[in-house]
């Protein structure tokens, strides 16, 4: 899927509005605010599922004729009888106690069904993500202050990248590599080399974002005066590259850590349909599509935890890898207004 | 170049299609490439009011006699499984596309500049609300969003509209926030206030327009993404239902032929890369317009 | 109900028909004679695994509780049935040794092997049957398709270890080919104990394969031998244990993937080889296609010829000759599909095949008979008209649950209609507004196909007592015929293959004069396979087994 520029400034976010100089309060305020994006997260969850025409038990049963006994059963064993408020209640407070429920589809608890999932989704962004960082520093360590035509012809293929579809890429992809060479397995086996093509058709696109951002930090930091000393001193220039610049032209990608996480796990979802691949992002179409609550409660639950947890671990990598950052007065100076 | 990476700069870098500014070169700054960016847009402008210029064939008039042909003279992109003239669709497939990421795009501009001066001019009690409101809807990633408001709403163009501007709504508000704070603290704002301007005057007057100008541009990019995200969702089905003529949605009824026909799968993919690409660009480049402007 | 689920929800066996148009008539076509002449060894070879994939996931591997084909498929190598059934729909030994009807059709008797074991070491005995019958019926089951043939099931009663008897409260002829089936297969009596929810993932029985790990959701399922199998049916190639020492079933729904994995050498078979490329498969050396044709109703059309435009019956005889249903088949599934000539499919026993001269295209014959009725005027769209309105077709069409590129030929039909001057328009609503709309009998046209081994699907789909009175109902077309309904009560109360064949065949003609179905194509199961493979076999209702299936070195 395109690279939607949603999430954009997440960074900005309350997630990280408390001051770094009062810690512990700090630490309560943001334990608090994590909590209300859960909350607000699951919310949002059962409210739309429970708003969809048609009711969860039709759902469930799906297009066969059942006997009104049979249909009793469930409406029974997956408690729809009692009034929302009851179930909204009754799942939070099984929430709390770290049960995630059963699946009305699955007939699982819902911890196996993501757990037996959740290997194959984790192995393609780590596969998508892994190839979209390495692309990305290679190409902007590659193409950062070199002569005009290269830079032109780098930054016209990451615009080009950044446009293709993905579910469009990854259908030639399969179709050239898999169909007709057969250098790659068709459908998404277990191994690396079923990884590569679901890797470069969801990571192709960010790491064109990236190695933009990358090239252009790069670029800014080869322009300060520090470089220029290192440089003075004999520093060779991949070493300066790679050792003084890169650490600061990396900064602008950490912000984006977050939007990341979000546009590869959407990618995901299309990526898996694309290649054939069993994972999360399908499973999570299919309950949506079957109104499972429980099931895709839990994933948007997951989702918004990793949100949570990589906004914080981001606030605070930031200062450590930026020195400057350290010095009270430069820290966020127009976040007052929060 | 500041100085201090502060935290208006990382909202800025963090703003992935933002990035590009100021890299030094890009295809914005390459004349060809805007002229024919421009070009590319124009032609779909055409193709999405007076379809009848580019093609006269009805874009779903099947034929069932005639299925599956390759291009020819008769048929520039050949036909589909169902025997349609693909050029046809395409040409059709071009006002709903544009109708799609310009809708969503202008629907979350207006949603998002107005929670955006709301977080900023509404006090700290608001700002934290908006804020915590915003952080959960950017808490679950965008296609699973998208994917469950269809499911509310049912699939079709309009609930692809509605689902792809909730999506974006919060980075709108997050930038035109920002902005309206940038701006709040100008010199200009300062002289206004102590003209004794109302607060209302102020912000309709000065903070408005200063803070929408980013962000319209912003916003043409936008566009070219939400095409992108809305042939994606066609792509799974949720988007317009058949026999609609949309660029996705033909992309993915014509996967099970790939194999023994290339031209229904090739043409509509190119026509989306095309269209993302040339609006991307000449959004760059009326970024990089109005921030010269800014400066001097 | 399985069928009406299958033509509606799951994407059930996909894009397939027929390849051997006319040699594929029968239930069990062979494979494709092209290839057969390279195969080395024709001598099966016990050993090695097959890695096979269907286009559809399933919902729960226990087939009581089950309705989806495909979980059919997933329990079949697992489970053994009672009896056992040949396309020509007579019964043969497999449980049971032999088996008697009482002269009031209400009592069924058996006397069961005494040999079987479970392979979790239960041995099989008529207290292990009364066990799987009550665990049907049971509300706590939720069975969604089993319960339903067995409906008027009243108990059994177990005389001793090998002998028992199972009670109806109204005769059913269909009780034994429907016994035959994946469905009322016998599962291990302990295991039978567990929750529902349990069995989904894990059966037990007493078939040729065991599966430790069972089915999981999006990944499939896969099978070891049972070494100690030697209770095959009659109608099986070889007795003993199975050739294969291990199958391995995915699930893989897109076509074109599973394609390439088949052509690719990554899967040995595959279900539903994409219409498209099936003349491509057949000429790629080393590979081979496997075609059978389902019984039971077609893919169908259903007029409303209770209200609406089809209530005249010159528009509905219009609709069927003035449409070249057959061109429309042919073209869009590239010559691989049977196109349908009526209700029920030749692969059903009772098929009568002198009724297919009725449904022959006649484009100007429809137009006469538009005329007649009174259509003469014309829009300026095409279309037309009678007192100045234009003639509109409503027909509910479930996109989102359209497989075997319906959607494709619903386009076909609509255009094809126009040409006549019959304007089709295809709704899409969603499943409960098609319901109700089903139920008010808010429609003109209706789709759906309904595969089943018996020719009872007659009474289903055209039956009094299937009527959607202000619900679901199987007769979408209304047919509501005393002589119609008389030959399938007459046919459900005898055993008689030939009386039946008569009664049904009677039926057929009623329904064709009635113009009550326009039949579009028979569903029928393309297995694409490596030539190594060999020994697949089809059951009656065109799943494939894998019993006698052994894998060239």
Known sequence: MTVIPAAGTRNRSGLRAASARVPAAALLRRAGAAVVVLWGAVTITFAALHLIPGGIVDAIIGQSRVSPEIRAQIVKDYALDKPLYVQYAEYFGHLLRGDLGHSYNQGVPVATAIGQQAGSTFALLLGGIGFALVAAVVVAVATANRPRWIRGTAATAEIVSVAVPSFWLGILLLTVFSFQLHWFPAIGAGGLSGLVLPAIALGLAPAAMLSQVLRQGLERVLDEPFITTARARGVRSAGVLLRHALRHAVMPVITLTGWLIGAFVSGAVVIESVFSRQGLGQMTVAAIAQRDFPLVSAIVLISALVYVVVNFVVDAVYPLLDPRLRRPEAAAPRERSE | ?296 | MRTFRRSLRSRAWGVALTASVLAGLSACAGADPGDSAASGTTTPVSGGTLTFAVNTDGSCLDPHQSPADVDGLFARPIVDSLVSLSADGSLHPWLATEWSVSADQLTYSFTLRGDVTFSDGEKLDGAAVKANLDHIVNPATKSQLAAGTIATYNGTTVVDATHIQVHFKAPNSAFLPTLASAYLGIEAPQTLTKAPADLCTHIVGSGPFVSADGYSKGKGIEYARNDAYNWAPQTAQHSGAAYLSRLSIRIVPEDASRYGALTSGQLDAIASVPPVNVAQLKKTPGFQVQSAAAPGGNYNYYPNTVKGVFADVNVRKAFREGIDWQTIVDKLYFGQFQPAKGPISPATVGYDKSIEAAYAYNAEDAGKLLDAAGWTGRDSAGYRTKDGKRLTVVHPFLKAYAREQRDTLADQIQAAAKLIGIEVVDTNPDIGTFFANLGTGAYDLIDFSWQRSSPDSLRTLFGTENLPKGGFGTNAAGVSDPAIDKDFLDALATTDLVKQGALYGDAQHRVTDAVAVFPVYVFNYLLGSSSKVQGVTFEPQAFPTFYDAWKRP
């Open chain 2, 1 to 296: 170049m500041a100085p201090t990476v502060d935290g208006e700069a990382r909202v800025r870098a963090s703003w992935p299609v933002r990035g590009i500014r100021g890299s030094g070169l890009n295809l914005a700054r390459w004349r060809p490439g805007v002229a024919l960016s421009f070009a590319f847009i124009a032609v779909l402008i055409l193709a999405a009011l007076w379809p009848h210029l580019f093609s006269s064939t009805d874009p779903n008039a099947a034929d069932i006699q005639h299925t599956l042909e390759a291009p020819s003279a008769q048929h520039w992109f050949g036909t589909d499984q169902n025997g349609r003239d693909i050029f046809a669709r395409l040409v059709t497939g071009a006002r709903l596309s544009l109708l799609i990421g310009l809708a969503a795009s202008v629907l979350a501009l207006v949603g998002g500049s107005l929670i955006g001066v709301l977080a900023a001019q509404g006090g700290r009690l608001v700002n934290t609300v908006v804020n915590r409101l915003l952080d959960i809807f950017l808490s679950i990633p965008g296609l699973l969003l998208v994917l469950l408001l269809i499911a509310v709403l049912g699939p079709g163009v309009r609930n692809a509209i509605i689902g792809l501007a909730v999506i974006t709504t919060p980075g709108y508000a997050r930038v035109v926030r920002g902005e309206v704070i940038r701006i709040r603290g100008a010199v200009h704002l300062e002289a206004a206030r102590a003209l004794g301007w109302s607060r209302p005057q102020v912000v309709v007057r000065h903070l408005v327009p200063n803070a929408l100008g980013p962000v319209l541009v912003l916003a043409t990019i936008g566009v070219g993404a939400a095409i992108g995200t809305g042939s994606s969702l066609s792509f799974l089905g949720l988007g317009p239902q058949a026999p609609t003529a949309e660029w996705g949605a033909m992309l993915s009824s014509s996967r099970a032929y790939f194999t023994v026909a290339w031209w229904p799968a090739i043409f509509p993919g190119l026509a989306i890369t095309f269209t993302v690409l040339a609006i991307t660009v000449a959004g760059q480049f009326l970024q990089l317009r109005v921030e010269g402007r800014t400066r001097s």
